[in-house]
């Protein structure tokens, strides 16, 4: 048997269970959460972290962020789906600065 069939279905790795992203076929999806120049917090969804910030850092993303360059990303999260993405960002959105704050010192999933 491969390591590969040993793995579970989960991709939860034998180092306490901790969740590891799952490769698929279709593009992986990741929640993130930057910090802008004045200090503030946005949260967004993407397919390609890195071009993403790029994207921001370039006055090409979010509006909120074009006026508030550069970005710094404080957390990523990998997610299965585009539906699991943009539900992860719209509760990090939903949280108070302190609980996204928190969120930044976890280290990223």
């Known amino acids: ?19 590891k992203p799952v490769a698929s076929k279709a593009a992986s999806w990741t929640a993130y959460l930057v910090e802008c120049r004045d200090g503030s917090l946005y949260a967004g969804c993407t397919t390609d972290v890195e071009r993403r910030v790029a994207q921001h850092n370039a006055g090409r993303g979010g509006a909120y962020t074009r006026s508030r360059r550069p970005v710094i990303v404080r957390y ?3 997610c299965e789906s585009e539906a699991e993405a943009k539900r992860v960002e719209a509760a990090i959105k939903s ?13 990223s999933a």
């Not at 048997?1 to 969740?19: C, F, H, I, Q, T």
């Not at 949280?95 to 280290?107: D, M, N, T, V, Y």
């Open 1 to 19: 048997m491969s390591d590969k069939d040993n793995r579970s279905p989960l991709g939860r790795e034998a180092d306490g269970g901790v969740p």
């Open 76 to 78: 990523v999260r990998a």
């Open 95 to 107: 949280w108070p600065r302190s609980r996204k704050l928190a969120l930044c010192l976890e280290p």
